[in-house]
Each structure stands twice: as structure tokens, then as C-alpha cells.
């Protein structure tokens, strides 16, 4: 079964700390992947994504993913975080080049930035 | 942000009793989805619409009905509520006949089943 694994699910930062979390998923065809941000209390706001093109995809906020096809890997990162970066962070990919309609999350990563 | 309400954002029920949730877009967007999040297991797809009337099962279907009658409106029915239930629920739509298209997501309701 396709999934999306996210190895860290708590991560502890200082402010200014370069931020790296990890995101693999599981599906040999084309995809398309996401990085989903939800700060406390809210909803899912959408980071970046990366449908073709270039595999290093810059999204709000400073964040950047790059894709390795290689690897199946969508790492997200961020060289330096704020305290307003705590928040927790979902991967997310959806099969196909097009058209697709159904999204497998990863079970997501807590992030805490400490001031 | 994206036109998405769901309502109501909050409720307590009893164990037994039915709940309908309520979920609606003001963006025409083709795909609507639902989503129970629980800690440790992130989202989990609990069925979606692709259509008026054209709904499908998501991983974790058991135990919930969904309803399309207008393109705005999507409905979660939980048929008898359980205590596993007990969760927050978030609605989300789409358009991929755009092209590939990310979700947006809704506020979320929060359920508690005593």
C-alpha cells in the first residue's frame, strides 16, 4: 500500500537552528508532493509543492523541499527557524501526473522552536 | 484563504447518538474530502466526493456515511457515534480537473463522543 513515512515526530530547535525533516513515501510511478503546515489550533495550510520541473521547490515562509526520485524523499528544510515556526508538519504526495484526486498523508512532525 | 465552513466546530454527543457534520465551499470546486485527525496517526481519509452524488471510501470508513446533494455541500454522518470517534474532523476540496491541484482545508470540528 502506498504511504508516507516522517521519521521525526518531534523535533526540539533553538531559533536561528537550520531545520531538516525527513519524508519518504512509497509509490514507484509519477507523483505529485506536498508539505502541509498546521500552527495550533488551525487548520492545514499548504507550504509548497512540487508537481515536475525543478526538483528544488521554494515555498512560503523560506522554506524549500527537494525532491530525490532516487531516494522517493521530499525533505523539507529551512536555515533558520523562528519561534513562529512551532507548529506541526505533514507531508503528503498524490499519484499521477494529472488529474489525480485522493492524498496519502504521512503522520507528521512536531516541531518546536524555542526562543 | 479558501471559501471552506464546517459546521459545527464543536460538539459533544452521547455514544449511540447520530451526528452530521456539515462542510461548505463557496470555490465550485470539483473534490471534497473528509479527514479525521488523531494524534500519532496524522490524517486519515475517511471518504471523498468527486462529483454530485459520485462519493467514494477513504481508508477509514467504517462507521460513517457521506452525502453530495449540491456541489457546495458535503455531509459526514455518523450513523451511531462510539467513543472512537471521538476526534477532529476536517473538510477539504480540490480541483483537479485544473490540473494537479493541491487541497485546502477547513477549520475543522472538533467531536467528542461521551
Known amino acids: 500500500a502506498q504511504s508516507v513515512s516522517q521519521h521525526n515526530h518531534h523535533v526540539i530547535l533553538s531559533e536561528a537552528a537550520s531545520l531538516e525533516l525527513g519524508c519518504n513515501y512509497s509509490?514507484?510511478?509519477?507523483?505529485?508532493l506536498f508539505w502541509y503546515v498546521q500552527y495550533p489550533g488551525q487548520h492545514l495550510q499548504l507550504l509548497l509543492k512540487y508537481f515536475s520541473g525543478d526538483p528544488l521547490v521554494k515555498g512560503i515562509k523560506g522554506f524549500e523541499a527537494e525532491f530525490i526520485k532516487s531516494k522517493f524523499s521530499f525533505n523539507l528544510r529551512k536555515p533558520s527557524v523562528q519561534w513562529s515556526d512551532t507548529a506541526e508538519y505533514f507531508c503528503a504526495f498524490s499519484k499521477g501526473a494529472s488529474g489525480t484526486y485522493k492524498y496519502i498523508f504521512g503522520t507528521g512532525t512536531r516541531l518546536k522552536v524555542l526562543a | 484563504d479558501a471559501g471552506i465552513t464546517q459546521s459545527p466546530r464543536h460538539k459533544v454527543t452521547e455514544t449511540g447518538t447520530p451526528v452530521t457534520l456539515r462542510c461548505h465551499q463557496t470555490e465550485n470546486h470539483r473534490y471534497m474530502y473528509w479527514y479525521r485527525q488523531d494524534p500519532g496517526h496524522g490524517l486519515r481519509l475517511i471518504h471523498y466526493s468527486y462529483g454530485v452524488k459520485d462519493t467514494d471510501k477513504g481508508e477509514v470508513s467504517d462507521g460513517y456515511s457521506v452525502s453530495r446533494s449540491k456541489t457546495e455541500d458535503f455531509l459526514l454522518t455518523l450513523e451511531s457515534a462510539t467513543s472512537s470517534q471521538t476526534s477532529v474532523y476536517f473538510c477539504?476540496?480540490?480541483?483537479?480537473?485544473?490540473?494537479?491541484?493541491?487541497?485546502?482545508f477547513g477549520p475543522g470540528t472538533r467531536l467528542t463522543v461521551t
Open positions: 477539504a476540496i480540490s480541483d483537479p480537473g485544473t490540473g494537479v491541484a493541491e487541497q485546502y
Open positions: 509509490y514507484g510511478g509519477t507523483v505529485n
